[in-house]
């Protein structure tokens, strides 16, 4: 989970990523914590064995910063308003309706 706080003071914005997969004996290879037994869903090997740029692809960090891009872009012209001194009620003018297929 990603939280970001859009202006000072404000509730943060949370983006969630899930990575759904199985459990399996250590391999080694690259990464820390549990890349090196979880094999993520439609895949053979696991995260300590990918490339970097196929386990951002795959991972919940991954999908979690992708959420908080696509959210950022959404809301840039309301987000600089707010960096530049506009008062900000709640959390108003910024977009919360999110959808993605990958959930």
């Not at 090196?36 to 991972?59: A, Q, R, W, Y």
Request: charged residues 25%; contains cysteine.
């Amino acid at each position: 989970m990603l939280a970001f706080c859009p202006y000072p003071h404000a509730d943060p914005v949370l983006f969630t990523g899930r990575a759904k997969g199985t459990i399996v004996a250590p391999v080694e290879g690259r990464g820390f914590g549990w890349d090196s037994i979880f094999v993520p869903d439609g895949e053979t090997i696991p995260f300590s064995c990918m490339s970097t740029e196929k386990k951002n692809l795959l991972s919940h960090r991954g999908k979690a910063v992708r959420k908080w891009a696509e959210w950022l872009g959404k809301n840039q012209d309301a987000l600089w308003d707010r960096q530049q001194g506009r008062p900000a009620i709640g959390h108003k003018g910024l977009d919360f309706k999110i959808s993605y297929a990958e959930e």
